[in-house]
């Protein structure tokens, strides 16, 4: 049906950077919006930030000024560029995407996760 695969999880140390790519593949009829959550150990999953069809993105406070969320509509694929990386940061990183796709309307996609580490 539809498929979010993750790439560019790892270790990095604090202030360092790692960008994350998440591709979808399959019937898309079309993106509504894309995103990344991310959730620590013992911890509630939390919203990133999102980018809408329209091309307008938001961001959580956590983040704001550090990550950047981009996308290359003609791939199907969204970025998360994080930048002046903390120990904090650590979680696993979900992509999130809200699509209709063909035969099956309009639903709510989840990637498989990818752990981010930063050292101190």
């Known amino acids: 049906q539809v498929q979010l695969v993750e790439s560019g999880g790892g270790l990095v140390q604090a202030g360092g950077s790692l960008r994350l790519s998440c591709a979808a593949s399959?019937?898309?009829?079309?993106?509504?919006?894309m995103g990344w959550y991310r959730q620590a150990p013992g911890k509630q999953r939390e919203l990133i930030g999102t980018?809408?069809?329209?091309?307008?993105?938001n961001y959580a406070d956590s983040v704001k000024g550090r990550f950047t969320i981009s996308r290359d509509s003609a791939k199907n694929t969204v970025y998360l560029q994080m930048n002046s990386l903390k120990p904090e940061d650590t979680a696993v990183y979900y992509c999130?995407?809200?699509?209709?796709?063909?035969?099956?309307?309009?639903?709510?996609?989840w990637g498989q996760g990818t752990q981010v580490t930063v050292s101190s």
């Open positions: 399959g019937r898309i009829f079309s993106i509504n919006a």
């Open positions: 980018v809408i069809r329209g091309g307008s993105t």
């Open positions: 999130n995407a809200d699509l209709t796709v063909v035969g099956f309307g309009r639903n709510t996609y």
